[in-house]
């Protein structure tokens, strides 16, 4: 699995976000208090941002975050008013390589996800390859699980919220034929204005989710507290929260 976060608020730099936190993804990557299923993120890192036109960016990295020399530069040089971000520990036969990489991006929606889908390349992947229409299909470059559910979300319809219940409710209607897969899905999503996040699982537990609604200037979500301050709320399994800018986060069940 992974450790995810999320950031919407008044701008703030990338290092503000991911650095400086004393218990912020860098050190998650190497430390973290709530991860079940493995010790360290060590598979690769990444972050997705707006550019002064208010355009989906990304930047991916293959070597874990403390061993990454551009990390520094780009977080006293890179602001934005949303950040997504992600420290990978791959799923066995997922390959650590950038194509896999998280987060991912399109010209609209940010995209990261924390958790699996067991035995992806044999269970879900060529019924989630199905479902898509061929202009999304192509655009997949890598083999996860994580890259299939953000195709999948990009292909529903209506708000952000609707097209994350859209896509968890196919999930749950082909996963009730195989009760011995596993998918946890703890996801966050963004189309610059909204950040839409889950904390869900079927047939599994969903792994740790926070919100701070007070954070910096703005809101952040996370799958561990980046400090031991207050205002850190736990995400309750199955609730997703949305979060717009200068807003009270919204939880609504799953």
Not at 73 to 79: A, D, I
Not at 81 to 107: C, E, H, M
Not at 132 to 146: H, K, Q, R, V
Not at 172 to 201: C, F, K, M, Y
Request: with cysteine; charged share 20%; aromatic share 8%.
């Amino acid at each position: 699995m992974c450790r995810i976060a999320a950031y919407l608020g008044a701008p703030c730099t990338l290092g503000t976000f991911v650095s400086e936190p004393s218990h912020g993804l860098a050190r998650q990557s190497w430390d973290s208090r709530e991860m079940v299923s493995a010790t360290v993120n060590a598979d690769g890192w990444g972050a997705a941002w707006l550019d002064a036109a208010r355009r989906p960016a990304v930047y991916r990295q293959v070597l874990p975050i403390w061993a990454d020399v551009n990390l520094e530069p780009l977080g006293r040089s890179l602001r934005s008013p949303l950040w997504l971000a992600n420290v990978r520990s791959a799923t066995t036969g997922l390959g650590t390589d950038y194509a896999n990489t998280q987060p991912f991006v399109d010209d609209e929606l940010l995209f990261t996800h924390n958790g699996f889908i067991d035995r992806f390349a044999h269970t879900l992947r060529a019924r989630m390859r199905a479902e898509l229409d061929p202009a999304i299909e192509i655009t997949i470059n890598g083999n996860t699980d994580s890259e299939y559910l953000f195709a999948l979300i990009r292909q529903q319809a209506g708000s952000l919220a609707a097209r994350v219940r859209a896509t968890l409710a196919k999930l749950r209607e082909w996963l009730l034929e195989t009760p011995d897969v596993r998918a946890l899905l703890n996801v966050i999503v963004s189309d610059g204005n909204t950040l839409v996040a889950t904390r869900a699982a079927f047939n599994g537990d969903a792994p740790s989710l926070y919100v701070n609604a007070q954070w910096q200037d703005g809101a952040v979500i996370a799958s561990e507290a980046f400090d031991n301050q207050s205002g850190w709320e736990r995400v309750e399994a199955q609730q997703m929260i949305i979060v717009r800018a200068g807003q009270a986060p919204v939880r609504e069940c799953l």
